[in-house]
């Protein structure tokens, strides 16, 4: 390995931080060798309990039973807020950085308790009890970390859907868990677009009745459709409600919220955590993976619609009673220098962004940076997938100054939090490795038989023994989350990735084993799109694959196969992009359509995606073997005509 590949701890980095390379190495070995008391002392160290549980660790891996700290009771929002007013009433909890930047405001522990207390009773004037179910489908604003909080006090289990989804989308994740009350907006800012979002939660209420309440935040005070019977202004009840709401007490393993990811076959999965586990294992890699010291400032530029803004932009701070940054805007509005802005203006310590903002960034220059300092800046994280070594590079000597230490932290919406991840004061850094486990985490890797493989190799990711963090279900399908997670490789929960780990028993991970894509850091099944676009009048068939693309990763690629009565055009290749981005929501923009009036088969009629993906990537030098095609003249007209579209 080159030198300059290799970035030891600086010896006062180690000095200074939580964790150096010896406290990791023991504590690991610790945590590994005896998980109970590790998980334990940490719970005791970390969050307070109103009762003491019976057992720490009660799971049985291969038949789906995962529980920590039952019998324990606890309340998240308690552990989040009102346990930290006695010293830090004044304590700045939220800082939200509007899209706008003149219009920034802070929230303290004592204001963000008003305001979620207020809430939580407004939620319990509206009928909601423990365990029902409040869909929360909302733009980046603090609201939403209010939101998330005030369902929790209550024992309601939120489940956030991202803004960038349809009305479609967000229709069939209420259906999926009944959520009786829905809190949203009139509309969000994006850099210079107002996007509507009460018209698409309208526009999803015609077809699922479960929704008895519309909670509307005014944002952009745009003219929006008004049902009386259903819709409150979220200010009017606000105003009136009662600043007083006790913490409803919660099993450990009561569900605190549930989150749509796509899966590579069928609906999106209603992944389930739960209580004390998932909040102690948000805290912990928060305290070590940040290096995090009382009085930094924390800025995850992550949505709350995903996990990502779940664990670190709201329980995994707010549990360590530190400052989290809210983001309202996009990267580069009003200009390319905001984030670098935004880090000066409210003296950003820890810093975790995704390298798709990283890599477009990196696009513009150095210029946008040279106008801020950044050196406020102690830790820049990464996270939604693999960061190529160049984007690294550049983080790190460019944004960093090369005083910052990187952690790339791999994880995933069912690990709760990080699960490979480097330590500030404790691992050497290579660009883009996720480096070592976590405490806790045993990491393995398998062959294709399913055998551990042991030293430097290659092959299929799983973890060992649960953790606190993980996921215990998918929502009301029990049976799908063990045939997911964990009958693939009995005994191992099964990540669906590939990882490679080096001499040094560092782990570099290549990437999905299965049909989902990673398109700027985001999850998408192949197979959702298919279905989508099939539904179109003109599409007989689709196969959708990913390609190599400079900014996001992958990029979307579409083979379509239309039906007999209908000519392609460059029109039809528009309309359907804009179907399926109307369909299943803005973020999902098709990059390249090629016309396939036939597929590659193999003779059994599987369509043979290792071979499209090859077409795709325009990489026809070895395309392997391709005996099992029923028709190999299908497969030659492709290749052909792949020439004719170009790559943007
Ligand atoms: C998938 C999980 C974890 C929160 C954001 C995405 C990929 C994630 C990394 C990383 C390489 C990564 C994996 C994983 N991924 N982080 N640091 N290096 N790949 O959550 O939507 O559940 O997606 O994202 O493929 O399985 P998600």
Redesign the pocket.
Known sequence: MEPTDYYPVPHAVAKHANLDANDYQQLYQYSITHPEQFWEEQAKARLSFSKSWDTVHNSNLSQGKIRWFEGAQLNIAYNCIDRHLKKHADKVAFIFEHNDPTQSYSLTYQQLHEQVCKLANVLKAYGIEKGDRVCIYLPMIAEAAIAMLACARIGAIHSVVFGGFSADALANRIDDCQAKVMITSDGGYRGNKITPVKANVDKALQHTSYIKHVIVIEVTKTPIDWNSERDIWYHHVMEKANNDCPCEPMQAEDPLFILY?SGSTGKPKGVLHTSAGYLLYAATTFDYTFDYHEGDIFWCTADIG???GHSYCVYGPLANGATSVLFGGTPDYPDYSRFWQVIDKHQVNLFYTAPTAIRSLMRQGNAPLQTTSRQSLRILG?????INPEAWHWYYHHVGQERCRVV??????ETGGHLLTPLPGATPLKPGC?TQPFLGIQPAILDTDGNECQGACEGILVIKQDWPGMLRSIWQNHQRFIDTYLAPYKGYYF???GAKRDQDGDYW?T??MDDIL?VS???FSTAEIESTLVKHPAVAEAAIVGYPHDTKGQGIYAYITLMNNTQPSDDLKKQLISYVRQKMGPIYGIDLIQWAPNLPKTRSGKIMRRLLRKIAANKLDNLGDTSTLADSDALNNLIEDRQNIETP
């Open positions: 990811t995903w996990i990502t990464s996270v939604g997938e693999p790339d932290t791999w994880w995933q919406t996720a990540t669906g990735d991970i990437g999905r990673n850091g985001h999850r």
